[in-house]
Each structure stands twice: as C-alpha cells, then as structure tokens.
C-alpha cells in the first residue's frame, strides 16, 4: 500500500530553522536590552550608593 501523503521534510526543516534562528535572536535582543538597559544601570547606582556610604562612615570616623 502507497503511502497516501508524500513526507514533508523540506517545509518542517525550513520551519525549524526559522523558528531556532528567531528565537536565539529574539533572545539574544533581549537579553542584551535587558543587561545594559536594566540591569548594568541599577548595579552602578548600588556600587555608587555604598560607596558614598562609605566615604561618609570614614568621614565620619576621623
């Protein structure tokens, strides 16, 4: 007995492809979005809030 659909390979690997090559440059958007606008941001302002906190502690301590 004939198979009664011929195999769709071509289209399924076209697809994958394009779903992989979207995702990993979705993600890689976003993650960069996400490191240098939110995340690099808020590590600087912390770094820069404890280090005036510090300088005024040994301001404070002479």
Not at 8 to 15: F, H, Q, S, V
């Amino acid at each position: 007995m004939a198979a009664a659909i011929p195999p769709i390979t071509g289209a399924l690997r076209r697809g994958l492809v394009l779903d992989l090559s979207t995702a990993f440059g979705l993600g890689t958007t976003f993650g960069y979005l996400w490191w240098y606008g939110y995340h690099l941001p808020r590590v600087r302002a912390r770094d820069s809030f404890y280090a005036r906190l510090e300088n005024e502690r040994a301001a404070n301590k002479e």
